[in-house]
């Protein structure tokens, strides 16, 4: 892990001084400047919607047959899935959530119920994620604390089941709160969540091994939002590499690296998920694994081994016919691929146009990457079908996808959640594309960020960056107040 030392926050604000006057990397003053159209963030998929539907609007190029299979993905995505046989069934056994759209509310990121539940609750009492206290749109990743994983569970927590069936296990969660200082007096709070896993299906699988709830261990994850995800798989790789080759800033501490992943035999530089620990949307995984719906990719129940699951009353739930075929799968996935993206807003403003330049002086562009290019041949689905028009645009993620050490230090715990994910160690994350990242609250209502929802809002999100972070936090916090407000105000344009 790196250690950011006094003398780096020195350089670091030594340089930040001069950005106005210097060159680095190539990048002029005259760059960093908005240059017109520079709202449009993904090209020819940029869409003007300001409500609620601003992530969940399709791009202009979605006509014809493409607008008719783009309307069916939506709706695969958002109707809720029932236990039945029928078509939209095969729900459960266990699962976590029962539409994609139920995580991921309006394409978006849906509201963290667990801590709208305790956060506010001043003697921590516990509160669980789900069954009589409601649906949690979190993903609990369980392990044992040797890292092995529960053979006849998979990698995530089902908390919710079908009538009949045992959830199993709920979360709980414990929250730790410490106020800090800014240099120049203004006090913020950090929160930061601690989780357990209380009750336990019992009868683990069929093996007469019944698992120890303290040798559990889980890192929690709230829905990211589906800003981009056609961009981003149509990403150029060889950008992105050659972007890890350069990523190395050792006067601000930052050095980012990709993940890659091998499956099937095949290695790919993985772009997805809060670790990157993905090279694809995820479609058939999110079915199989949170929401127990069997595909040709994952044919068998989550649970198949569980012992609950070998008793005569529950074999009628299991059935042998795949519960979503692959044609559907590949309408989900084209939903999400053609999904636009919303332009920026108030580019002009005189505040906006300040955060601007606090974003570049605070070095957050140096992961927050401001601009990088799709391949010419765009994206290709699940099944085959090819969408050329994501091809040779020019993007502005606000991401370079590649991971970053986020430190282990504030309050004791930082960023680290200890959970590896391909190459990524727990301290590593993804830095998150903040594209639509101002659109959130209209979206879902809410403005919990980072991967557990731990922060509260803007401010709180910055100042949890440790490690790699470290020196561009440190830049955020001594800028004056009115400074840190600008820079929240870009974001919010975002
Ligand atoms: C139980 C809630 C839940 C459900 C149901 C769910 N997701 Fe997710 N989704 C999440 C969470 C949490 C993450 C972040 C995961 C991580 O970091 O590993 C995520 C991440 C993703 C990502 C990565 C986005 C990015 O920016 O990299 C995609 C794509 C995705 N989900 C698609 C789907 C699809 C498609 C479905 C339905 C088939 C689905 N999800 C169902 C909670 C859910
Ligand atoms: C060293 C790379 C790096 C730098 C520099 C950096 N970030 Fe980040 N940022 C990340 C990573 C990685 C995450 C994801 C962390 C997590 O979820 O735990 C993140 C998350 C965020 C989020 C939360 C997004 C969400 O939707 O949850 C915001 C907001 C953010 N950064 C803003 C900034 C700002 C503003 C700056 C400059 C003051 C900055 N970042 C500097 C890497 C960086």
């Known amino acids: 892990m790196k250690t950011t030392s006094l003398l780096h926050v ?19 003053v005259e760059e960093i400047d908005v240059p017109a159209g520079y709202s449009l963030s993904a ?20 006509t014809g047959a493409l607008k008719r299979r783009f309307v069916r993905g939506d709706k695969l995505y958002d109707d809720a899935r029932t236990s039945s046989t029928e078509y939209g069934g095969g729900l459960g056994p266990v699962y976590a959530g029962y539409s994609c759209g139920s995580c991921h509310r309006n394409a978006g990121r849906t509201k963290p119920a667990l801590w709208t539940q305790t956060g506010t609750d001043p003697d ?26 529960f053979q006849n569970y998979g990698r995530v927590l089902h908390d919710q089941s079908i009538f009949g069936v045992e959830a199993e296990g709920k979360l709980e969660c414990r929250w730790h ?29 069929n093996t007469s091994e019944p698992i120890n709830p303290d040798e559990l261990f889980c890192t929690v994850r709230i ?21 890890a080759a350069k990523s190395n800033y050792p006067e601000y501490g930052i050095s980012g690296r990709c993940n890659y992943i091998t499956e099937r035999g095949i290695r790919q530089l993985g772009l997805s998920g809060n670790k990157a620990q993905h090279a694809d949307l995820t479609v058939e995984l999110g079915f199989s694994s949170d ?30 016919k795949l519960e979503v075929n692959t044609e559907d799968m590949e309408n989900v996935d084209l939903y999400l691929h053609a999904l636009g993206v919303p332009a920026r807003r108030n580019v002009n403003k005189k505040s906006v146009k300040r955060g601007e330049e606090m974003f570049y002086e605070a070095k957050c562009h140096l992961c927050h990457v ?12 699940l099944n085959g079908t090819e969408l050329p028009w994501l ?17 282990s230090e504030i309050m004791g715990v930082g960023l680290n959640d200890n959970y590896v994910s391909g190459l990524a160690r727990g301290n590593e994350w993804r830095t998150t594309p903040l594209w639509g990242v101002g659109l959130q609250e209209k979206v879902n209502g809410h403005t919990y960020f980072l991967h557990d929802g731990r922060a509260r809002n803007f401010t709180e999100a910055i100042m949890w960056h440790g490690g790699e972070g470290e020196a561009s936090k440190n830049l955020f916090a001594r800028m004056p107040s009115a400074d840190r407000k600008a820079l929240i105000n870009f974001l919010n344009s975002l």
Request: proline share 4%; hydrophobic share 35%; with cysteine.
């Open 10 to 28: 020195a350089l670091a604000l030594a340089a930040a001084t001069s950005v106005l006057s210097c060159q680095e990397d190539g990048l002029t």
């Open 43 to 62: 090209g020819t998929s940029t869409v003007f919607t300001t409500s609620s539907y601003a992530f969940d609007s399709e791009a202009d190029w979605v």
């Open 124 to 149: 921590g009492t516990p509160v669980y994620g789900s069954g009589q206290y409601g649906f949690s749109s979190m993903l609990v990743y369980v392990t044992r604390k040797n890292g092995a994983f």
């Open 177 to 205: 709160y410490q106020t800090f200082q800014f240099p120049d007096g203004e006090t913020y709070e950090l929160a930061y969540p601690e989780y357990t896993i209380k009750e336990w299906y019992a009868n683990y699988g």
């Open 223 to 243: 829905p990211l939002r589906h800003v981009g995800m056609g961009q981003m798989m149509a990403i150029d790789r060889n950008e992105v590499e050659a972007l």
């Open 291 to 320: 929401m127990g719906v069997t595909n040709s990719r994952y044919p068998e129940e989550i649970c198949e081994g569980q012992r609950q699951m070998q008793e005569g009353s529950m074999m009628g739930l299991l059935y042998d």
């Open 370 to 381: 401001t601009t990088l290019h799709t391949r010419p041949r765009g994206a290709t689905l």
């Open 391 to 407: 091809g040779g645009q020019t993007i502005h993620p606000y991401s370079d996808f590649l991971l970053h050490d986020m430190g």
